[in-house]
């Protein structure tokens, strides 16, 4: 079982990107049952938990982001997105996808918001 982050990049401040956390070789069964975590880490700071849904679809934020970001999932897909928009420079980060139990993690995808 692997996850892979994708859709990081480099946006001016008030930007949007649209991050997705796919789960490759787990059966959509085992996904329902996944809650999905997304973290973000600067380099030299410890990771913070950004988001998280669970797999009866139960949401919360950190305060940080609460009316800009969006998290969602397509569990017959085992997909995860994390929708971002009024980016801040202090979004930037390499965000990373959870999933618990079982402590799974992905590579991480990097987002630099520029001012």
């Known amino acids: 079982v692997q996850l892979v982050e994708s859709g990081g990049g480099t946006v001016q401040a008030g930007g949007s990107l649209r991050l997705s956390c796919r789960a490759s070789r787990m059966d959509t069964s085992v996904f329902w049952t996944k809650d999905v975590h997304w973290h973000r880490q600067v380099p030299g700071k410890q990771r913070e938990w950004v988001a998280h849904i669970t797999g009866s679809g139960h949401i919360a934020y950190v305060e940080s982001v609460k009316g800009r970001f969006t998290i969602s999932r397509d569990s017959s897909q085992r997909v995860a997105y994390l929708e971002m928009n009024s980016l801040k420079p202090e979004d930037t980060g390499v965000y990373y996808c959870?999933?618990?139990?079982?402590?799974?993690w992905g590579q991480g995808t990097l987002v630099t918001v520029s001012s």
């Open positions: 959870e999933l618990t139990p079982g402590d799974l």
